[in-house]
């Protein structure tokens, strides 16, 4: 490991180089004028590949395409999927990036731009540290099959169709993902649990057009105010969810992990400064860990409707329109849920209003096993990397595939993040660190030597 560390050590400028030329690829897969720069990141990617001698593919599909690429076989070590994503969200809101979103730059210490942390920089670890083993050992200690997909941001719609073809080929023993976060900066950590999420989009409409709200006001129904009204329904003033049956299902936490939470170093006002809060706020009765990472949420994510320019303008909309969805955690299921609202919205939209629903996508939480050997050695893996040993935490956000490879391979999935939670992932100024990006290489090349190191469960 020492010649492998010292490798990456003389190859960081390299390294971080590379990372510059995907990140000024504008991969943004949500929107189609950003086509031709995603397929050359995928192409990137694949290139990477090939350059180390191993077999890849870039598989063609109804949208972006899917990079696959498996390192030789080594007889009796377990199999390793590397998951990533080569995509970005778009960059909006522009006028708040200090700098260019596709010109990376580096500010105090950190490679400022869109995809940085999620997930381009996280992903190259998992490949720059098969370039260390390669270039310096001739070979890796397992065998990796990389999927490196492109419309992560923009619901995997072509991910699970491409696993089930390509299943056979996938078998493998253990999945790793870098897509989430430390615990803090130099606190490395483990995520064992992820939230799942449903997605909805609501239109109303009333009146035919827009119209004078003192001429009309007061005799037809507002789909704006309906629209609020609607929603203010949804969640109470203690943050519980009101939809029918929304909480039936979950299950309550176990006080032992209420202590694991509590244990952690969680400084409450650092976080309240970080996000520029006076007081937090969420489901009575829980901490702000316990909110974030074990219970269910409902946020509107957009609304619209009325006018929005400059000045007052005194109008009586015609229609008006949001976007919300709930975080879900385990045991609740997403179509359940889903059914639920659908149900919720037509008993509460009122007479006078028509209204139309949208069911974005879905896709149920996941909490891995803690206790197997694989757990074991990422967190070897880590403290050899980090110099730290990671803390084992849950996080909000949700990662889809975790539970598809689940199903699908029979596989449980390494969350292993290099990022930071306030590192601006879908927002203006996304950051990563360059020394976790370092680290993080270093990790990931230790972790395919402490996988190595375990017995297949099946020959
Ligand atoms: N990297 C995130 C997932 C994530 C975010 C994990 C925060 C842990 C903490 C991923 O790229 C992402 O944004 N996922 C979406 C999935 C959704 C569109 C189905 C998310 O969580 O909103
Ligand atoms: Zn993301």
Known sequence: MQEIEQYLTDHRARNENELFELLRMASVSTDSQYAAEVAKAGNWV??????????TEVVQTKGHPIVYAETPAVAGAPIVLVYGHYDVQPPDPLDEWISPPFEPVVREGNVVARGATDDKGQML????????????AGSLPVQIKYVIEGEEECGSSNLEPFLEEYRDRLACDIAVISDTSQFAKNQPAITYGLKGIVYFEVFL??????????????SVYNP??????????????????????????VVELEQRERDQFAALPFNEQQFKDKVGVDTVHGEAGYTTLERRWARPTLDINGIW?????EGAKTVLPGKSGAKFSCRLVPNQEPEKIGAAIEKMLQDLVPNGIRMEVKHHHGAPAV?????????????????????????????GGSIPVVTVLRDLLGVDTLLLGWGLDDDNTHGPNEKFSLEDFYRGTKASASLWQEISKIKRAVE
């Open 205 to 218: 409409e009333g009146p035919k057009q827009d119209l004078h709200s003192g001429t009309f006001g007061g």
């Open 224 to 249: 704006l105010n309906a629209l609020t009204q609607m929603l203010a329904a949804f969640v109470d003033d203690q943050g519980r969810i009101q939809i029918p049956g929304f909480y039936d299902d």
């Open 367 to 395: 909490v891995v096993d803690l206790d197997s050997p694989y757990m074991a050695a990422a967190a070897r893996a880590i403290e050899q990397g980090f110099g730290v040993a990671p803390v084992f935490i849950r996080e």
């Open 125 to 136: 670890t998992h490949i720059k540290s098969a370039q260390a083993w390669m270039d310096t």
């Open 305 to 309: 409707g009325g006018y929005q320019g």
């Open 46 to 55: 694949a290139d990477q590949f090939h350059a180390m001698g191993f077999t």
